[in-house]
């Protein structure tokens, strides 16, 4: 699925959330470009991966935690424009 929205043109960082039975919600993350680093941002909620693809297990609510996480992507994708 992560893929597949990665694949649409002009997205540069592509996330995925999957609410999770023990109160953690699942990240996937998946870049087009090395300079948005999907796994610097995953690594601030305690995930991991590469630079283009990277994941965590984030405790919260779905809610609260896409939002904390697309705060996040989006920072970092603005500041490729710098």
């Given at each position: 699925m992560i893929d597949h929205l990665r694949a649409i043109q002009g997205v540069i960082i592509a996330i995925f959330f999957e609410e999770l039975e023990d109160g953690k919600v699942r990240v996937s993350m998946r870049s087009k470009d090395e300079r948005a680093d999907v796994c610097e941002i995953c690594l601030r909620?305690?995930?991991?991966?590469h630079k283009l693809a990277a994941g965590a297990r984030v405790p919260g609510a779905l809610d609260d935690v896409a939002n904390r996480v697309?705060?996040?992507?989006?920072?970092?994708?603005?500041?490729?424009?710098?």
């Open positions: 909620f305690k995930g991991g991966g697309i705060a996040a992507a989006v920072e970092s994708v603005k500041s490729l424009d710098r």
